[in-house]
């Protein structure tokens, strides 16, 4: 089994900037990706940002030049540096993993708990 735990998010000012954090433990054998996703009420949850087991990344188009994901030194460990933060990023980030566990050497994915960014102007 695996866990996902996330922190840092809450409320900033339109402008400001927010780091989110997410860690992967347990039985881990690789991890292909690990990103974050947010929802907005009423909204699909959608695509932030991902960093592949590589170190590639994607980002969504509403956030390039503004959010950052980078992998922490602790392993399974990725960040979401938020700078120019708007209105509009308001949301529930879900951290999300996709990886390979033992001892059966299946392919997963899991998803944290969730954290809430709320951006005011």
């Known amino acids: 089994q695996v866990q996902l735990v996330e922190s840092g998010g809450g409320l900033a000012q339109a402008g400001g900037s927010l780091r989110l954090s997410c860690a992967a433990s347990?039985?881990?054998?690789?991890?292909?990706?690990m990103g974050w996703y947010r929802q907005a009420p009423g909204k699909q949850r959608d695509l932030v940002a991902v960093?592949?087991?590589?170190?590639?990344?994607n980002y969504a188009d509403s956030v390039k030049g503004r959010f950052t994901i980078s992998r922490g030194n602790a392993k399974n460990t990725v960040y979401l540096q938020m700078n120019s933060l708007k209105p509009e990023d308001t949301a529930v980030y879900y951290c999300?993993?996709?990886?390979?566990?033992?001892?059966?050497?299946?392919?997963?994915?899991?998803w944290g708990q969730g954290t809430q960014v709320t951006v005011s102007s």
């Open positions: 999300n993993a996709v990886l390979v566990e033992g001892p059966g050497l299946r392919r997963s994915e899991y």
């Open positions: 347990g039985s881990i054998v690789s991890v292909n990706a």
């Open positions: 960093m592949t087991g590589v170190g590639g990344t």
